[in-house]
């Protein structure tokens, strides 16, 4: 479904990702592990086309989109979940939702059907799929960090992807938000969505992913079933510090 | 909470209402001057209204709005005066001019962001209203466009005050219908996080793009409604000065708030009126104003009010 092809990008003389190499087939969990500054973001940011790579070539369902624009990447069903919560700040969670909808719908540039009729079940149905049902009157920032993030993850949802990308989705939750966050990716890849994550969580990384890809320093080392990364030597030295 | 909401809304189109058939008698009972004051006023309202869209709901530091005011104004003058075209020709003209100028600027500007985007803005407004300054033989220079023969219907205090209502209120209503629609909401998401609106399929610049080409032809259109209330045009309509008035009367107001521009230069057009009359130095007191502003009231007045009215938890866009 996605390839990342020998993908390279520098920021002035510093080499963010050196050689960068991913294969994700539908319906899998992929994760993308390392250490800080080993270029996962900046991978997942090439990837949704907020970033321009060097070299190298991205390739969604066959097609090249490395030149593509985030908005056209997203059409072709790509969604990314930030690291830091990025919500629309001054708008409620329900409005959050409904301008994905709405963008995704082609109702961008619509400019007399009051919104407020608009998506109105569809909305209600992603912020309910995720757990946000009851505070969907709620001016986002009035939610606690753990909502923010889970809504991240309902706003992704509005734009329909076939393949959602979310960077470290459990960061800074409670241990209860992250069993939640866990469930609710499980959920939705069972009813058929395909999900690229990077997080710091190692147990949580090979019990949830599928397949794990490793980074270190700029370079993919390894990508493969978790017990495969787990018994690799190179891993095992440069990220697992042995164990 | 729907019906706290329904209340909401039928107090406020109560209120409108109420307000809609007192400017409607308004001349009936007023002197002239306070009749020739509330069309300034109503038209300022709707040239900061139209800032606004860019501003407050667009996230766009359209520092020199005043230009397209101007051009507006400049465009129905120079039709009037140096065309035998119908004079509803000019009154057409004169809008789209400015959104027209809008669109150039705009395509030059939209690749920066923030202050850059102001700043650039800032740069080329002051270029057109130099040339509006200095091309004596077309544009009268510093001296303006005076007596401006304006359609007979419209010339009095009276007719022109009843042609400023009429325009504004229907303007007032497209623009609040265009802020409530999908546009107007992905609009505003846009002025939240921009990155975040492209990565849910958003094409952000032609969003805004179109933002700024609304916002001035709408100033076109105050621009306009300026020469049938004045009869006359000149290079002040473009000076930056009054481009920082009209941000000034969206902070007053409240640049998050549908009316608050509306409000912010109906009080700022009195209170010009009233300082003027003791003192030359206005812009000290719009400065003290700013000042005031900035510590006591960063909401403005009437987003003020509105958070003392409801609850900042659930403040829903359309309540906005």
């Known amino acids: 479904m996605l390839q990342v092809k020998d993908v390279q990008k520098s920021f002035g003389h510093f080499q963010a990702i050196i050689r960068?190499?991913?294969?994700?087939?539908?319906?899998?969990?992929?994760?993308?592990?390392?250490?800080?500054?080993?270029?996962?973001?900046?991978?997942?940011?090439?990837?949704?086309?907020?970033?321009?790579?060097?070299?190298?070539?991205?390739?969604?369902?066959?097609?090249?989109?490395?030149?593509?624009?985030?908005?056209?990447?997203?059409?072709?069903?790509?969604?990314?979940?930030?690291q830091i919560v990025n919500v629309f700040s001054r708008l409620t969670v329900f409005e959050n939702v409904q301008v994905s909808v709405l963008s995704r719908l082609g109702k961008a540039f619509d400019f007399f059907t009051p919104a407020k009729g608009l998506a109105i079940d569809e909305t209600e149905k992603i912020l309910d799929s995720v757990g946000l049902g009851n505070v969907g009157d709620r001016i986002c920032g009035a939610l606690s960090h753990g909502e923010q993030k889970v809504l991240e993850i309902a706003i992704a949802l509005g734009s329909n992807p076939e393949l959602l990308i979310l960077d470290e989705p459990t960061a800074g939750m409670a241990q209860e938000e992250t069993s939640a966050t866990i469930k609710l990716l499980e959920r939705l890849n069972h009813e058929g969505l395909t999900i690229l994550f990077c997080e710091h969580d190692i147990e949580l990384v090979f019990s949830f992913a599928n397949r794990i890809m490793v980074m270190q320093q700029g370079v993919s080392i390894i990508q493969g079933p978790p017990h495969q990364v787990r018994e690799n030597r190179e891993v095992r030295e440069a990220y697992l510090g042995g164990a | 909470m729907v019906e706290a909401k329904g209340y909401f809304k039928i107090r406020t189109v109560a209120l409108l209402s109420i307000l809609l058939v007192v400017l409607a008698v308004a001349p009936s009972f007023l002197p002239r001057f306070f009749t020739y004051l509330l069309a300034l006023a109503l038209l300022t309202g709707l040239l900061?209204?139209?800032?606004?869209?860019?501003?407050?709901?667009?996230?766009?530091?359209?520092?020199?709005?005043?230009?397209?005011?101007?051009?507006?104004?400049?465009?129905?003058?120079?039709?009037?005066?140096?065309?035998?075209?119908?004079?509803?020709?000019?009154?057409?003209?004169?809008?789209?001019?400015?959104?027209?100028?809008?669109?150039i600027m705009g395509i030059i500007c939209i690749r920066l962001s923030k202050l850059y985007f102001g700043m650039l803005q800032l740069s080329l407004g002051s270029l057109v209203w130099?040339?509006?300054?200095?091309?004596?033989?077309?544009?009268?220079?510093?001296?303006?466009?005076?007596?401006?023969?304006?359609?007979?219907?419209?010339?009095?205090?009276?007719?022109?005050?009843?042609?400023?209502?009429?325009?504004?209120?229907?303007?007032?209503?497209?623009?609040?219908?265009?802020?409530?629609?999908?546009?107007?909401?992905?609009?505003?998401?846009?002025?939240?996080?921009?990155?975040?609106?492209?990565?849910?399929?958003?094409?952000?610049?032609?969003?805004?793009?179109?933002?700024?080409?609304?916002?001035?032809?709408?100033?076109?259109?105050?621009?306009?409604?300026?020469?049938?209330?004045?009869?006359?045009?000149?290079?002040?309509?473009?000076?930056?000065?009054?481009?920082?008035?009209?941000?000034?009367?969206c902070l007053f107001g409240g640049w998050f708030t549908f009316f608050g521009p509306m409000l912010g230069s109906a009080i700022m057009v009195g209170l010009r009126t009233l300082v003027g009359g003791y003192t030359e130095y206005w812009t000290l007191v719009l400065a003290i104003i700013l000042m005031l502003l900035i510590y006591f009231l960063p909401e403005g007045v009437l987003g003020y009010f509105q958070g003392l009215g409801a609850n900042p938890k659930n403040t829903s866009a359309e309540d906005r």
């Open chain 1, 20 to 82: 960068a190499n991913l294969d994700v087939r539908r319906g899998e969990i992929v994760a993308v592990i390392g250490p800080n500054g080993a270029g996962k973001s900046t991978l997942f940011k090439i990837i949704s086309g907020h970033l321009k790579p060097d070299r190298g070539k991205i390739l969604f369902r066959d097609r090249d989109i490395t030149s593509l624009e985030p908005h056209q990447i997203c059409r072709q069903g790509v969604s990314l979940s930030y």
């Open chain 2, 48 to 103: 900061s209204t139209s800032l606004n869209l860019a501003l407050g709901f667009g996230g766009m530091y359209q520092f020199h709005h005043a230009v397209f005011y101007g051009i507006g104004a400049y465009g129905v003058s120079l039709m009037l005066m140096k065309t035998s075209l119908p004079p509803v020709t000019g009154f057409i003209l004169g809008p789209i001019l400015s959104a027209i100028l809008a669109l």
């Open chain 2, 130 to 249: 130099v040339v509006i300054f200095r091309w004596y033989s077309f544009t009268g220079g510093d001296d303006g466009l005076h007596g401006v023969p304006i359609p007979s219907l419209i010339a009095t205090v009276t007719g022109s005050y009843y042609f400023t209502l009429i325009v504004t209120v229907c303007c007032m209503a497209i623009l609040y219908m265009i802020v409530n629609s999908p546009y107007g909401r992905i609009l505003q998401a846009i002025r939240d996080n921009p990155e975040r609106s492209a990565s849910i399929g958003v094409r952000v610049r032609a969003h805004q793009l179109v933002a700024l080409v609304i916002a001035g032809f709408f100033a076109g259109i105050a621009g306009i409604l300026f020469v049938s209330v004045e009869g006359s045009a000149f290079p002040d309509l473009l000076s930056w000065t009054l481009s920082l008035e009209l941000i000034i009367m």
